[in-house]
């Protein structure tokens, strides 16, 4: 909530890394209202997280979130821990809402399937030798397969459950936003999922998210240089 994100007293920590995953946490608490702190995180000049994330997860790594004694990372499981925990089942379905198979499949296949493969593919992309390699061909060529079944998927509808917005679309938005500033892909082919972002950035608790945690945010208590390219 606006008043309450760097409030002591708030219920959950999120502590953000620049230009990161964790955007989303910041994004999902800003949709179910909730109050929470947020504690800003720099990368290192090699794109790492700080050494200081290890102090409060044994890994490191973002997004991690802190409530009461419980420390918990993955940006799913705290999306779904979350929604349930805190949210009181707002942003998810019920088992026996005729539309739950979509929303389980989409929170689970922005991580499993879609943000896995970017990953390969964004690894392949940095190393020259890999340039003409028939394995780099074949990623590609998968990515775009994906890219045409999303965007077949979400032809006619709002959100990727259906008419309503959940914390599905919360996992999805990532891989086609803040991801490509560091994976080069061309998502003009795919104008249904343009369709659907013009949407998710039309939405208030978005747009905030993004003013506090998205990939140009800054570190409230410092001036500091453009985020470096995650490695």
């Known amino acids: 909530m606006a008043d309450s994100v760097y409030n002591d007293s708030a219920v959950i920590t999120v502590y953000h890394l620049s230009s990161s995953r ?20 720099s990368r290192q000049p090699t794109g790492a997280a700080p050494p200081a994330m290890k102090a409060i997860h044994a890994l490191g790594k ?46 689970h296949f922005a991580e499993a399937s879609l943000m896995s493969l970017m990953l390969i593919a964004l690894v392949i992309s940095r190393i020259p030798e890999a340039k003409e390699s028939p394995v780099r061909a074949r990623v590609l060529d998968r990515m775009k397969q994906m890219l045409a079944f999303v965007d077949g998927e979400i032809a006619g509808r709002e959100y990727f459950a259906g008419d309503a917005f959940t914390a599905a679309d919360v996992m999805m938005v990532f891989p086609f936003t803040t991801m490509r500033r560091y994976l080069d892909y061309d998502l003009s082919p795919y104008a249904n999922i343009g369709a659907y972002l013009g949407r998710i950035e039309a939405r208030p608790a978005y747009r905030k998210a993004m003013r506090l945690a998205g990939p140009d945010a800054r570190d409230p208590g410092r001036t500091q240089e453009p985020a470096p390219t995650p490695r």
């Not at 964790?22 to 995180?41: A, K, P």
């Open 22 to 41: 964790s955007e989303r946490i910041v994004w999902l608490l800003e949709e179910l209202g909730l109050d929470y702190r947020m504690e800003f995180h």
């Open 62 to 107: 973002a997004p991690i979130i802190r409530d009461g004694d419980a420390v918990l990372a993955e940006s799913g499981a705290i999306v779904d821990y979350i929604v349930h925990r805190h949210g009181g089942g707002r942003l998810a379905l019920a088992p026996d809402h005729p539309a739950y198979a979509a929303y389980v499949y989409w929170l």
